[in-house]
């Protein structure tokens, strides 16, 4: 199902926007999960254990192959029109090396979920399919110095502390209500923004990902529909996937890295998974609507109309590359923001100060987003468009956008779970530089819809289910808990041992939930 026509099964335009929103890519296609196994098989050639080639020629016009990192028990969930969404991404002008897909990948709009793609700065394109409606979807994870068995005692209580200080669900507002003037300092200058703004301390911004804000940003790009979307939700968790998890280290794989990063066994981690809300999904959609007339006018051939584009250096393309940086300068502060009110939700129902609990930001990370990077292509350094949907970077050591604590070993990677399985926190490679364009998976993948979801789950059940394993759920409908049930995604286990495996990221520990809000 295309966007619009998403959009006209609403009464109103709004209603179908407030849904939209929340939703991952898949949901505006839906998801395919009737084929088998061997459908996929036929499609791909298998190149070593976890890595799988899309022959070139498997769709008309592919300037290189697809790849697809994935096991031979994972490749049993892709969907054929996965394989094909990694095809089409190979047809597009200036695509480096090949098309590629990570282990979680399932069906997006226009690129796969889970799917890399880089393009040459001058020959190539810039498409917001290779990013997402949810511009800077990411995550970040807060270490502590409190253990389990202080926190167990008192999970339901944090955790409705949480639920009650954290505003979450569909169209929820802020507690803040940010000024015109306040909202452009949060497209120009992320994180950065919000620590000055008194949301956290200037080492948070330090442990982000591009210090949590990308340079280039123009607000002028950005619809007055978008910045009245955006101006309510800064500070807000949303719905769908997004979540707010508060874990406990349960098993260390690399003590050396486990030690730079700050982490031991039994000790609590909080976990926030959001984005940029309502101000990212319009900023998508506004470009998008240009970038589909522009494809025409520069006479751009493409096998999916989802995959509309502009020339890299083109006006077109620019516009919504410096508009797509606002967003994600945006998901940054929102983070840093829920930030702030986690840690003042743990001082209330502990009694001590944030710092006294060691609440440090080890790392965040961005999904869904388009950078300007360099990278060797065929012996030869040169600046591309890296995009990454649904896909974690992954920068190796003494790479200098690493934060000076982790250069010595490696970009911290982070890898949620879902409700009651595990997450994962992994380290950078230099092999992921040769392999993936510095990128690794990020996080389990989807098998089932949501609407699927809410018909094989009860909400009710799967709380009370979960709540037999010691962990904690609140949630604004029990809807919203049967749409994310464990048992709609692949094993994050399984897919972080392919990454694990081929050396694109290294598994350094891994997290259990105890307590989970979520809209």
């Avoid at 008192?154 to 569909?170: Q, S, W, Y």
């Avoid at 990063?261 to 990212?280: K, N, P």
């Avoid at 080890?362 to 591309?384: P, S």
């Avoid at 694109?504 to 105890?514: D, E, G, M, W, Y």
């Amino acid at each position: 199902m295309s966007t619009l026509q998403l959009l006209y099964k609403y009464n109103t335009k709004e209603q179908g926007a407030s849904i939209m929103v929340e939703r991952e890519d898949t949901e505006i296609k839906g998801l395919n999960t009737e084929n088998t196994q061997g459908d996929v098989k036929s499609m791909v050639r298998k190149l070593s254990k976890n890595d799988w080639e899309i022959p070139v020629g498997h769709i008309p016009n592919m300037r290189v192959p697809g790849r697809l990192f994935v096991s031979e028990s994972l490749l049993g969930d892709i969907e054929p029109g996965t394989i094909d969404q990694i095809a089409n991404v190979a047809t597009l002008p200036g695509i480096q090396k090949y098309s590629m897909a990570m282990p979680d990948a399932h069906l997006g709009y226009g690129f796969a979920i889970g799917g890399v793609a880089a393009f040459d700065v001058e020959e190539g394109i810039i498409s917001p399919g290779g990013v997402g409606f949810d511009i800077n979807c990411g995550v970040r994870l807060i270490r502590t110095n409190l253990q389990k068995e202080e926190v167990v005692p008192n999970i339901k209580r944090l955790t409705d502390e949480l639920f009650n200080t954290v505003p979450a669900g569909v169209g929820s507002k802020s507690r803040i209500r940010a000024s015109d003037q306040e909202l452009d300092s949060a497209f120009l200058e992320g994180a950065k923004w919000a620590v000055e703004a008194g949301y956290g301390v200037e080492a948070d911004a330090e442990n982000c990902e591009a210090n949590g804000h990308m340079e280039g940003a123009d607000p002028s790009q950005v619809s007055t529909k978008a910045r009245k979307r955006g101006k309510p939700q800064l500070g807000t968790l949303g719905s769908g996937n997004h979540f707010l998890e508060v874990q406990y280290v349960d098993k260390i794989y690399d003590q050396e890295m486990a030690s730079t990063f700050g982490l031991e066994e039994g000790q609590i981690t909080v976990m926030i998974h959001c984005g940029s809300r309502g101000a990212g999904h319009q900023i998508c959609t506004d470009h998008l609507k240009i970038l589909s007339q522009a494809v025409k006018n520069y006479k751009i051939d493409i096998p999916d109309k989802q995959l509309a584009c502009a020339p890299a250096q083109s006006r077109e393309a620019q516009n919504y590359f410096k508009a797509m940086i606002c967003a994600a300068n945006y998901a940054w502060a929102n983070r840093q923001i829920i930030t702030h009110w986690t840690r003042e939700s743990f001082e209330k129902v502990f009694g001590r100060d944030s710092d006294d609990l060691g609440m440090d930001l080890l790392y965040d990370v961005a999904h869904n987003v388009a950078k300007l990077e360099e990278h060797t292509v065929n012996g030869k350094k040169k600046k591309v468009y890296v995009h990454r949907k649904g896909a974690t970077r992954a920068f190796p050591p003494g790479h200098p956008e690493v934060p000076a604590v982790y250069r010595d070993i490696g970009q911290p990677v982070l890898i949620p779970g879902s409700m009651g399985t595990p997450s994962f926190i992994l380290c950078g490679s230099k092999e992921a530089m040769d392999i993936s364009f510095g990128s690794a998976c990020h996080g389990a993948g989807r098998v089932m819809s949501r609407a699927h979801a809410k018909k094989e789950f009860r909400g009710q059940s799967i709380k009370e289910n979960l709540e037999a394993q010691g962990i904690t759920v609140k949630a604004t409908h029990p809807s919203v808990i049967a749409e994310e049930a464990p048992g709609v995604y692949k094993s994050s286990s399984k897919v972080v041992n392919v990454v694990h495996e081929l050396g694109i990221a290294r598994k350094v520990a891994r997290v259990l939930p105890l307590g989970v809000t979520k809209g």
